[in-house]
C-alpha cells in the first residue's frame, strides 16, 4: 500500500514538473519579443492629422483621420512583435483618410488570438468599406479570419505573407508586398502558394526592402539588410496598401 502510494506521488510530482518546464518555457519564449522603437512610440501621439485611441476593453488602437472617412483598415502584427512597432504605418495610412485599426494580440502572437477582429466593426457604424491584412504571421492570420468572414470584408492587405487558406475564388480586392532582400518570408514559400491569393491580387515587391521594415522594432533575426530607410519601406508599403483600403 505504501509502493502504491509513494508511486502515485512520484507520478504526481513528475506531471507537475513537466508542466511547470513547458509553462516556464512558453513564457520564456512569449517574453522574448520586438519592441516598438522610439519613433514607433512617437506616432502613437494624435496630431492635427490623425487622432489616436486606444480601446482597452477590445485591445485596439484606433487611428482616427480628422477628416470624414467611409473606409477602414483592420492590421494585425507580425509574431513576437509589439503591436505599436506599426504605429508609423497606421499613421501614413490613416492621414490620406483610412481609419486604421491596430489589434494588440495576446502575447504577440496573432496565432493565439485569431478572433481578435471580432467586435470592432460595431465601434464604427459610419464605416462603408473594411479591409484587413497583416504583417508575416498577422497577414496569414488574417487570411484565416477573412476566410470564416468572407462577405464582411472588401479589401486584404499582406506584408511579409501570403494566404495559408484557399481564398482563390473570393471577391476581395488584395495587394501583396514584400521586400527584395526578405530573408525570414521564403520567397518559394510565397510562390508555391500564389494559388491560393484571391483572383483580384496586385504583387509588389520593394525594391531593397526587408521583413522587419514594414514596422519600426529595428532588425530582425535572421533577416536581409535593407538598402532602403525604415522610413522608405513603410512610406511604399502604405502607398501600395491605399490601393486597397482606401
Do not use: R
Amino acid at each position: 500500500m505504501k509502493n502504491s502510494t509513494k508511486k502515485i506521488i512520484i507520478s504526481i510530482s513528475v506531471v507537475v514538473v513537466v508542466l511547470a518546464t513547458i509553462i516556464g518555457g512558453f513564457f520564456i519564449y512569449v517574453g522574448d519579443y520586438y519592441k516598438a522603437d522610439e519613433t514607433a512610440l512617437n506616432a502613437l501621439n494624435s496630431n492635427e492629422l490623425v487622432k489616436v485611441e486606444f480601446n482597452n476593453d477590445k485591445g485596439y488602437y484606433a487611428f482616427i483621420p480628422n477628416v470624414e472617412y467611409t473606409s477602414a483598415f483592420i492590421f494585425i502584427p507580425g509574431g513576437k512583435v509589439e503591436c505599436t512597432a506599426y504605429a508609423p504605418l497606421m499613421q501614413k495610412i490613416a492621414q490620406e483618410g483610412v481609419l486604421c485599426i491596430l489589434l494588440k494580440v495576446k502575447f504577440n502572437l496573432a496565432i493565439l488570438d485569431q478572433n481578435a477582429p471580432k467586435g470592432i466593426k460595431e465601434d464604427f457604424k459610419e464605416v462603408e468599406k473594411w479591409s484587413i491584412g497583416g504583417h508575416s504571421l498577422g497577414g496569414a492570420v488574417a487570411c484565416l479570419y477573412v476566410n470564416k468572414h468572407i462577405d464582411e470584408f472588401q479589401g486584404l492587405v499582406l506584408m511579409g505573407s501570403f494566404p495559408s487558406k484557399d481564398l482563390s475564388e473570393s471577391n476581395l480586392d488584395c495587394v501583396a508586398i514584400y521586400g527584395s532582400n526578405d530573408k525570414v518570408m521564403k520567397k518559394h514559400h510565397f510562390e508555391d502558394n500564389i494559388k491560393n491569393f484571391p483572383k483580384l491580387t496586385t504583387v509588389h515587391e520593394i525594391n531593397g526592402g526587408n521583413h522587419a521594415f514594414f514596422g519600426s522594432y529595428g532588425e530582425q533575426k535572421g533577416d536581409g539588410k535593407a538598402t532602403i530607410s525604415n522610413a522608405t519601406q513603410i512610406e511604399l508599403a502604405a502607398n501600395y496598401s491605399l490601393m486597397v483600403v482606401a
